[in-house]
């Protein structure tokens, strides 16, 4: 089936999202999949804003999936197209419904049809209004009316054959009381006005497929789309992805600092395996930049992304795996390519103007070797950025400061020799080593011994860049006062 339908050409898929809450990670996946798909066949991307439920769509939400798709970098061919917006279509599709007696007006609560079904081996609707003639008015809503007989099959491309038996399906809504259109409606109406000719979504939508066929069919909509339903997005423990359990929203990820093509590449891995299917064999070599799974370009994905080849298990979202892959792009970009997308994060952490540009250009390809997110790289260069001489408190890490600056005997004759030997050595980064050695050999200390209260004084904590760099970068100054400071705190307390 879908040979077929791409055979015929004019390829157009919609991504179709809910305004209703932050942009899911499912959401992004879905998105990412439909447009390459389009770009694959030179197709049309479309995006549609269903926001027809009033009560819960917001505009920050509609803006937040507009720059999601552009952080990713799948802007849309067509759209974005709002649902609410299209209320003389859907109500035309309803007057047609009606004039061919395919709804009837139901009157029915929830509490009426939960009492009267209490019990009975079939859930749902039980046909109550089927025949009691009652007509569109307030209150009313309008049902479909699910032939009693025959089922509707469709050749799903990653689920194979699914077959929906007309006995099992209720009469169901597709316009409210209230006059507002159900998801089902407005959905199926939009896909034949766009022209969709491929139906590319998540897997918790495969329950609507039978409605929104039975009403194409009823609209003479023409020939059906091509569905693929996507699998479903799980936790280590297999269970669904949850909003309030998991860290899904995208935004998050964003503010992270994760590199949007790296992001692309991992969702891209969550169902699809381009490596297992036909046309990701042939084209195995080509795509691969590294022997670490994710690293493809966006183009590249294009070139080789096929519908066949994505498979219809659970994909586990496993955000160590996506760090991981993160870490791999940031350690592939150009040194100055690294600084410019960390300035962003830096002016967001210290204001702009507050850091010094120039150290961080000498500390850059030190930091970029070992972060796995850009927001990683503000508390790892903080104590040597910041304009002022003092080491701020909030960078002092406490547990480290006593342990190895006031607790360590060692600790005092360590700093008073290193700070005349500072005060008199040529400032490079050899020579402060050599010079740091020196001192270990007199007191009978491995350098790593030694180095440890040079370090929390200096940047605060025990771990971070390499030392001897860091010392040379941030000048004789800064780093003479801070031994300074932690000299005069030791006395002090030994004093008190």
């Known amino acids: 089936m879908l040979k077929e339908a791409l055979s015929q050409g004019g390829v157009r898929v919609r991504f179709a999202p809910s305004p209703t809450g932050y942009f899911h990670v499912g959401s992004a996946r879905t998105a990412l999949f439909n447009w390459l798909f389009a770009r694959h066949n030179h197709g049309t991307f479309i995006l549609r804003i269903e926001d027809t439920d009033i009560t819960r769509s917001k505009p920050e939400w509609i803006a937040g999936i507009v720059d999601a798709l552009n952080w990713l970098g799948i802007q849309p061919d067509e759209g974005p197209y709002f649902q609410s917006g299209r209320q003389k279509l859907y109500q035309a599709a309803v007057d047609k419904l009606l004039a061919k007696g395919c709804l009837y007006g139901c009157d029915c609560t929830h509490q009426d049809v939960e009492a009267r079904t209490r019990g009975l081996s079939k859930p749902g609707y039980d046909g109550y209004c089927r025949d009691r003639g009652l007509q569109p008015g307030p209150g009313r809503a309008l049902r479909f009316r699910v032939p009693d007989s025959g089922f509707v099959q469709i050749e799903d491309v990653v689920r194979g054959t699914v077959t929906f038996q007309h ?4 009469d ?16 199926t109406v939009d896909d034949i006005d766009m022209g969709i000719t491929h ?9 609507s497929v039978p409605k929104g066929i039975l009403i194409w069919q009823a609209l003479d909509g023409g020939k059906l789309p091509c569905f693929a ?12 992805l949850s909003k309030r359990r998991d860290p899904v929203s995208l935004v998050e990820y964003q503010r992270q600092g994760y590199i949007p093509t790296a992001f692309c590449n991992y969702l891209a891995l969550l169902g699809w395996n381009p490596e297992g299917g036909r046309q990701g064999r042939e084209q195995q070599q080509a795509t691969h930049q590294g022997d670490i799974p994710g690293t493809v ?33 940031i350690r592939s970009m150009t040194t100055e390519q690294f600084i410019l997308e960390t300035y962003p994060f830096l002016e967001s952490e210290f204001g702009p103007g507050e850091f010094d540009k120039t150290v961080f250009r000498r500390l850059a390809p030190s930091v970029q070797s070992r972060v796995s997110t850009l927001s990683e790289v503000a508390p790892m260069v903080a104590f040597a950025l910041l304009n002022k001489v003092e080491l701020a408190d909030s960078l002092i890490d406490e547990t480290s400061w006593k342990k190895t600056v006031i607790d360590d005997p060692k600790a005092i004759e360590i700093l ?29 200390l491995k350098l790593a011994k030694a180095q440890a ?14 030392l001897f760099e860091s010392l040379e970068v941030i000048g004789r100054e800064k780093t003479l006062a801070r031994i300074k400071h932690a000299i005069d705190v030791i006395d002090e307390v030994q004093h008190s």
């Open 172 to 187: 169901f809504v597709v316009l409210k009381g209230d006059g507002q259109p159900l998801f089902v409606l407005a959905n």
């Open 229 to 240: 339903h996507l699998p479903m997005l799980v936790d280590a423990k297999r269970r669904k």
């Open 199 to 207: 139906v590319i979504r998540g897997e918790d939508l495969l329950p």
């Open 453 to 466: 209260p040079i370090r929390v004084a200096v940047t605060g904590n025990v771990v971070g860049l390499p």
């Open 297 to 329: 370009s966006l183009n590249e994905m294009v070139k080789v992304f096929c519908l066949e080849d994505v498979n219809s298990s659970p994909a586990f979202f496993d955000v160590k795996k996506l760090t991981h892959i993160n870490a791999v792009y």
């Open 167 to 170: 006995e099992y399906l209720e």
């Open 416 to 444: 008073r020799a290193v700070f005349d030997t500072y005060s008199r050595c040529d400032w490079m980064e050899q020579v402060i080593k050599e010079k740091t050695l020196n001192i270990a050999v007199k007191l009978q």
